[in-house]
């Protein structure tokens, strides 16, 4: 750990990324317990939107259960924002509660902060992925997030999704990333594993190594309650990110819970569609609003009365945040270099009419709510 936090400090004197004497400040602020004034973040998460086609059923967007408006991201507030503090910006994770591309902008919103040198990955289900739009869109990385080798295991999970429609985009994109040397993208799989498909993580990495994606990510599945806890998590207990002797006591707590500290929020934030900032990826029903973004300005609401307040929360009882109790804690957000986008090419292939439109996928969203609420199937 001591090791890890020193070539830390040594990179970033010698190489300095972008974004290091932010990290360098707000990391010190942390290491001293102070709850600001900071610089500005240097990651940052943003939701294109919460809507989504699927309906995976430990997810607040897909059992129906977000406490958030439905809706999408405006282009030119983003574009704004993007703007006026790409410059501060080292890494923006384009996914939060939703499919991001459900976002008919997406290609060109990632390309926008791809020319503006920020490192951009995202995370998907795969439906509705055009991979000549990933390639045009320059991304840094993009993650599909399976649940299982067939449909049967994947849609027991990521239910409404399609199986044969997410591999062949990815796939797709395997085959058209080898066309554009100069491009950016790194290719990653996800296997969320659960009970209904662990026997199937050797088929999983057989098959990622042979279709030449760059990465195989087998992924320990998380859980918001015990009852999930009991239908979703796998025998195998490897794959376990929980306390096992407190789960024998009917008690669903992490492995580690931190002790009254969060570097990560020190050096990051996380924004929903509408510009309002919460303090991490945790906070999916907007539990903790530290002020909107597109009104305020990023570093305003960062040092703003709420971020503030919060941390110091952190600093001081931690335990009584709610959303800390399922949370070990990310560690130090890690600074990347972004090469430029070397290469230009036109983008043909996006065929919109696949994907629901903005009215449409807000209706969907609504409908499940109602749905669930009235217990109807
Ligand atoms: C809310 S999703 C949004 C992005 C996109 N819709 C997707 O699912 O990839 C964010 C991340 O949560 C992951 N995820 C969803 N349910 C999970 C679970 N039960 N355990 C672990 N990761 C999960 C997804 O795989 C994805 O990496
Ligand atoms: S695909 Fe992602 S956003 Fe959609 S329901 Fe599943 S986890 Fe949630
Ligand atoms: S939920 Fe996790 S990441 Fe968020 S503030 Fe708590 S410990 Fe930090």
Known sequence: ??????????????????????????????????????????????????????????????????????????????????????????????????????????????????????????????????????????????????????????????????????IANLEELVRIKKKYPASNVEIEVGFIVMRHNEHQVGDFLEWAKRIGIDRANVIDPGVRNMLEAHAYLPKDRKYWFYDEEAFERGILKPKKLPDNECVWIWNSIQLNWDGTAVPCCRDPNGKFPLGNVFEKGLKAVFNGEEATAFRRQILTAQGDVSICKLCSGYGLPELQRAKPTGFVIERHSVNENVIPSHEEAIADAQNTILRDRSGVQ
């Open 1 to 166: 750990m001591l090791a890890r936090k020193i070539k830390l400090v040594a990179d970033m004197a010698t190489k300095r990324p972008k974004g290091w004497r932010s990290l360098l400040w707000n990391s010190t602020m942390a290491q001293l317990r102070r709850p600001g004034p900071l610089m500005a973040p240097v990651h940052v998460s943003i939701e294109p939107t919460n809507a989504c086609n699927a309906r995976c059923s430990v997810c607040e967007t897909g059992k129906g259960d977000m406490a958030r408006k439905t809706g999408f991201l405006d282009e030119h507030l983003y574009k704004d924002f993007i703007n006026k503090n790409g410059s501060d910006i080292s890494v923006l994770l384009y996914y939060f509660m939703g499919e991001p591309f459900m976002h008919r902008s997406s290609y060109d919103m990632i390309r926008f902060a791809r020319d503006k040198g920020i490192y951009v990955e995202t995370c998907t289900n795969g439906d509705f992925v055009d991979p000549e739009g990933v390639i045009f869109s320059d991304i840094n990385k993009i993650s599909f997030q399976i649940g299982g080798m067939d449909q049967e295991t994947h849609g027991r999970y990521r239910a409404r999704t399609r199986f044969d429609k997410a």
